[in-house]
């Protein structure tokens, strides 16, 4: 192993590092929590730190922290090992590289970051870079804010920001591709994206810029200029996966147990001026089945403040009912009724927006109280509007009886019978929100327990982490059993036996078992599979943990009875085909013989 990757490995604990990014519980020795990388309500997410891995089984994902960052932060290892060692303070001496060196990743990068510092420096210079800072100041943000997230200002220039980076060693289309200039449709140099607008620098989870949005300001009365603009789909920048602010909220996220949702990113800088900072804003997009899994990291319960105008924002109300399918609790920060905007309230007192957050409404009440009050009930029209809106949201419930409860609370205000909005209701139909990601997972699962193939194979790892568990059931597999399993599988099983007979022919049991568990651990760790033989070791942790021998030897018989089948088809399909009556009389007798030998056949078990 790599000097240095052992030594990150040795002063980061696998705990400390899955544990910032997903909540976790104590169960026993290991951690449990919901896992990151695909929707799920109940947590099939483990941790080891005894074995300083992680496994979910659920979805099969697993590996040490380095497999960990590189799924969390969607990075190659290179990124992974710069994160990890920065968490631990390794100083990547071979890594160092100038831009010349560096991959292309890293030179995006870099090119973000030195775009971030000549965006702040503007705010520095005279003329209009000193009026846009006043401006900043003037809608109630204070010095230390600006700097903390590094707000700038692209100067009006065709390819001033373009120049300074290509001084800098880069060339002008890897600017192109990190999104901060545009190739010329007549066939000139790129020129600069960003020009007399405010910038936002957009932070990875790791605070380092990745893109950035900018505000008109220069020429802010001109209508047909757009007011935002933001950095294009880069290999850094996703805007349907990256969140403004989570940076800087996710300490707060995880301690408060509640994230705040924004739709600009005055709203979530002034929030956090304010002390409100578990605050993050989604900036150019509605909230997205990317968005989800992240915030499932650190929380379940999402307050949303939206422009969710009961008319009709599809896209709102498709974030709503797709969080809501991923198990988030969700309420609304009614700030939009009286047409300010998070930042404007606060500005004005932030004893209101506080208020406003204590008293966030359920999305069902959020839906009634709007949907009437936009609507008229006594109108035809009003009618149907009304029940578009409201009967979607209570088809998407889950709980009968609190749908029930809400068609009480409908058919009155309405003035028809339940009955009606009942038959109304199941004439409704609602998307299938479930992330393809979980659907393949399930899928694959079932697919694999189906065939024979797949079912031997889990029996194999079920026989193998229950003796893991209890050592004694070694004894069952004989050495003629050996056929039965995969090569892998079969040679540890094989070590394993040679290596526990001394221990097998004591006397004194109260530390076979004990020591056995030592002799397993040493054979794996051997191996080139043992980050498969741990996440065996883990799930007789957390799965069969009340299993005993008898379950084994049921396993191992079931096994017996695949292969058993598979050898009496291939019998069956050479009698068919086979001309030679000695021959086939032969081959009926071996048939008979092994159809004798099935457990279940002959209810041995």
């Not at 030179?107 to 401006?135: H, N, T, V």
């Amino acid at each position: 192993m790599d000097p240095q990757i052992e030594e990150i490995k040795n002063r980061l604990n696998v705990l400390d590092v899955v544990g910032s990014y997903v909540k976790l519980t104590k169960t026993g020795i290991n951690h449990r929590g919901v896992c990151p990388f695909h929707s799920e309500k109940g947590p099939s997410f483990f941790v080891s730190p005894a074995r300083q891995m992680w496994h979910c089984f659920g979805c099969g994902a697993g590996g040490d922290i380095f497999e960990f960052i590189k799924r969390i932060e969607g990075v190659e290892f290179p990124e992974a090992l710069r994160i990890l060692a920065q968490k631990a303070g390794v100083e990547l001496k071979q890594y160092n590289r100038n831009p010349q060196e560096s991959t292309e990743r890293q030179r995006l990068y870099d090119i973000c970051e030195l775009s971030a510092a000549f965006f702040e420096k503007q705010l520095s210079g005279p003329g209009w870079g000193q009026k846009a800072k006043e401006y900043l100041l003037g809608r109630g943000l204070k010095s230390e804010t600006i700097k903390k997230w590094r707000l700038g200002y692209a100067p009006d220039t065709w390819q001033g920001l373009s120049d300074y980076l290509v001084g800098k060693g880069f060339t002008r289309q890897e600017i192109v591709k990190a999104g901060l200039a545009v190739q010329s449709d007549k066939g000139g140099q790129p020129y600069d994206r960003f020009r007399g607008r405010i910038i936002f620098t957009i932070f990875d989870a790791n605070s380092k810029p990745i893109g950035f949005g900018a505000r008109v300001f220069k020429d802010a009365d001109n209508k047909e200029i757009a007011k935002y603009i933001n950095t294009p789909q880069t290999a850094l920048y996703d805007k349907s996966s990256v969140l403004y602010g989570l940076n800087f909220a996710k300490i707060s996220v995880r301690k408060n147990n509640q994230a705040v949702l924004t739709e600009g990113y005055m709203d979530a800088i002034m929030c956090h001026q304010a002390g409100f900072d578990n605050t993050i804003a989604v900036s150019g997009t509605a909230l997205t089945e990317k968005h989800l899994p992240i915030l499932k990291r650190y929380t379940d319960n999402l307050l949303l403040s939206f422009d969710m105008d009961a008319a009709g924002d599809n896209a709102t109300k498709r974030s709503i009912a797709l969080a809501e399918a991923q198990g988030f609790n969700l309420k609304v920060v009614n700030a939009y009724d009286n047409a300010k905007d998070p930042a404007e309230i606060i500005l004005e007192n932030p004893q209101n927006w506080q208020d406003a957050v204590k008293n966030a409404r359920g999305i069902m009440d959020y839906y009634f109280d709007t949907a009437f009050s936009h609507f008229d009930k006594n109108t035809q029209q009003g009618r149907l509007a009304i029940e578009n809106i409201i009967l979607p949201a209570i088809k998407r419930l889950s709980n009968k009886i609190e749908q029930s409860l809400w068609i009480s609370k409908l058919s009155p205000k309405l003035g028809v019978k339940e009955d009606a909005v009942v038959a109304e209701l199941a004439k409704i139909k609602i998307e299938n929100n479930i992330p393809v990601s979980t659907k393949t997972v399930v899928e694959t699962k079932v697919i694999r327990a189906r065939t024979p193939e797949g079912r031997a194979r889990m029996l194999e790892e079920r026989i193998v982490s229950l003796i893991l568990k209890s050592p004694y059931s070694l004894n069952l597999v004989k050495d003629g059993d050996m056929v039965l399993f995969s090569d892998g599988i079969s040679g540890f099983l094989k070590k394993a036996k040679e290596a526990s007979l001394p221990i097998f022919a004591r006397d004194d049991e109260s530390k076979i078992e004990e020591d056995l568990k030592v002799i397993f651990a040493d054979i794996s760790e051997a191996t080139e599979h043992k980050e498969f033989f741990d996440t065996l070791a883990l799930r007789a942790e957390v799965e069969l943990a009340e299993e005993g021998p008898e379950e084994a030897e049921l396993c191992l018989a079931q096994l017996k009875d695949i292969k058993l089948r598979n050898t009496l088809e291939n019998l069956s399909m050479q009698i068919a085909g086979e001309e030679n009556t000695d021959k086939i009389e032969e081959l009926k007798k071996e048939f008979n013989i092994k159809a004798k030998e099935l457990h279940y056949g002959n209810k041995k078990i």
